[in-house]
């Protein structure tokens, strides 16, 4: 099965004093040895990027851009990446329009949109 993996699980895999990264590690680890494949979007990676290198006194983790691009070098190594083309921006305009959706939560609908353009 395909699935595409949510930005805080990417976050807790290198938030190794995170109380959840067990669990995180234990679920990707699980899925893939089941044969199942995880996917990310651009959309995914730069709100991981966002979080690893913003302070952590502003609820980030406080990385380096070096040290993020270290862990996302990991990352891309585990999961697959989903593009974005026109037909996810194409389901994006949809989404936003349908559901009336503004503001922040415009994140959250692109990702919706490359799943449903994936057939995640």
Not at 10 to 19: E, G, H, K, M, Y
Request: aromatic share 6%; charged share 20%.
């Amino acid at each position: 099965m395909n699935y595409l993996t949510d930005t805080n699980i990417l976050v807790r895999l290198v938030q190794t004093q995170s109380p959840h990264h067990t669990e995180a590690k234990n679920a990707v680890d699980k899925l893939l040895k089941q044969g199942d494949t995880l996917f990310v979007t651009l959309q995914n990676i730069s709100e991981f990027w966002n979080v690893c290198t913003r302070p952590s006194d502003k609820n980030g983790l406080g990385f380096t851009v070096a040290q993020t691009d270290s862990e996302l070098s990991k990352i891309e190594q585990i999961f697959d990446f989903l593009p974005d083309t026109i037909e996810v921006c194409r389901n994006w305009r949809e989404l936003v329009v349908n559901h009336s959706v503004s503001g922040i939560q415009v994140h959250d609908a692109k990702i919706a949109a490359a799943m449903k353009a994936h057939n995640i």
